[in-house]
């Protein structure tokens, strides 16, 4: 089992920038590929980002490339998305995951294990 828990989600005006943290607990971190997903009010739950178990492979989504960056820290079992330039269209809770596959999958899925999530509401 894997334990996943977000923070850093809050209120921002358009244009700002955030950045969610998620820390993972049990099974070796470094074993698993994470994802960031998010999900608004009345729409299906979408991917964001992606990184592979080694740091060295990430996939965006278009809406977000150029905008957030997909990190990690397996010697601190952590992941963070930094969101800068932040647009009302990213209102939404985003959530972490895990993949015992390794590979940065952009497929929902592929995702073993999840967070319970962290608001991100943008402001225009």
């Known amino acids: 089992q894997v334990q996943l828990v977000e923070s850093g989600g809050g209120l921002v005006q358009a244009g700002g920038s955030l950045r969610l943290s998620c820390a993972a607990s049990?099974?070796?971190?470094?074993?698993?590929?994470m994802g960031w997903f998010r999900q608004a009010p009345g729409k299906e739950r979408e991917f964001v980002a992606s990184?592979?178990?080694?740091?060295?492979?990430?996939y965006y989504a278009d809406s977000v490339k150029g905008r957030f960056t997909i990190s990690r820290d397996n010697a601190k079992n952590a992941a963070y998305l930094q969101m800068n330039t932040l647009k009302p269209e990213d209102t939404a809770v985003y959530y972490c995951?895990?993949?015992?596959?390794?590979?940065?999958?952009?497929?929902?899925?592929?995702?073993?294990?999840w967070g319970q999530g962290t608001p991100v509401t943008v402001s225009s």
């Open positions: 995951a895990a993949s015992v596959r390794g590979w940065a999958t952009p497929r929902r899925l592929e995702y073993d294990y």
């Open positions: 049990g099974r070796t971190f470094s074993n698993f590929a």
């Open positions: 990184i592979s178990w080694s740091g060295g492979t990430t």
